[in-house]
């Protein structure tokens, strides 16, 4: 069985706002674990984890580069995204924090970093930068400065695949 590897997104990620269908990116470092050879991280989402402030309908849509809408769509590094609509949250009385609980697993959205690394080092020989590039959209309203969203990922590396 495939070792998993979990990717924890902070609330501080998310903590400037956006307006409604407007995203906010991140791009996450990977463990070296993850990285791959060449800094590639090359790998498979098995679940996704959204604990939010809000009730709100979430998308999270994942791409190959920081440069996530090129002027020229043919070098567009698309490579997924999951809904959640606000249904789908849950809440636990137990939790005094009031938070909204999103999961899904058996996931296999593929990801990869294609974005090349121009401090190549000897300490640092990774070709591609070795990172995650994420959009968060709220598709219910905007989302507050400051509202608490982390996000959590099961990665496995597909170096893990024969």
Request: glycine content about 8%.
């Amino acid at each position: 069985m495939p070792m998993e590897f979990e990717v924890r997104i902070p609330k501080s990620t998310w903590a400037a706002g956006a307006a409604q269908n407007t995203g906010l990116d991140a791009d996450i470092a990977l463990s070296d674990a993850l990285r791959g050879t060449g800094g590639n991280g090359r790998c498979q989402v098995k679940s996704i984890t959204i604990v939010s402030q809000d009730n709100h309908a979430w998308e999270l849509w994942a791409f190959a580069s920081a440069t996530r809408y090129p002027s020229n769509r043919d070098n567009n590094k698309f490579l997924g995204r999951w809904t959640f609509s606000a249904g789908d949250a849950v809440q636990n009385s137990a939790d005094g924090t009031s938070s909204f609980y999103y999961y899904v697993d058996g996931n296999d959205l593929p990801l990869r970093d294609d974005d090349l690394n121009t401090g190549i080092t000897p300490t640092n020989p990774s070709v591609n930068t070795g990172k995650l590039h994420l959009t968060l959209i709220d598709r219910t309203g905007a989302l507050v400065a400051g509202h608490d969203v982390v996000i959590e990922l099961r990665l496995v590396p597909l170096s893990q695949f024969p």
